[in-house]
Nanobody, 115 residues
Framework: QVHLVESGGGLVQPGGSLRLSCAAS????????MGWYRQAPGKQRELVAS???????NYADSLKGRFTISGDNAKNTVILQMNSLKPEDTAVYYC?????????WGQGTQVTVSS
């Protein structure tokens, strides 16, 4: 079983930046994909960005250029750098890990963009 621990959410003003981190522990099977999803009130959960254990990245089209995802295989962590944040980025952000044998979710971290 895989356990995901997220950190880095909070309150930021429009135009600001935040860095989310997710660390995976437990029995990991490679290859795997780690990523971030988000869910705003009244909306469906959507993919923000993901990175495979081979280093391939994938982004939601609307977020390209503002968000950057990176992974550290040695530490089984993934970082989401979010820049130029907008109020519409406000949501609960969830870390996700998928492999052939397992799909795991973190508990979620709140990101609020407001002046």
């Amino acid at each position: 079983q895989v356990h995901l621990v997220e950190s880095g959410g909070g309150l930021v003003q429009p135009g600001g930046s935040l860095r989310l981190s997710c660390a995976a522990s437990g029995r990991l099977f490679r290859p795997y994909t780690m990523g971030w999803y988000r869910q705003a009130p009244g909306k469906q959960r959507e993919l923000v960005a993901s990175v495979t254990s081979n280093g391939n990245t994938n982004y939601a089209d609307s977020l390209k250029g503002r968000f950057t995802i990176s992974g550290d295989n040695a530490k089984n962590t993934v970082i989401l750098q979010m820049n130029s944040l907008k109020p519409e980025d406000t949501a609960v952000y969830y870390c996700n890990l998928r492999s052939m044998f397992d799909t795991s979710w973190g508990q979620g971290t709140q990101v609020t963009v407001s002046s």
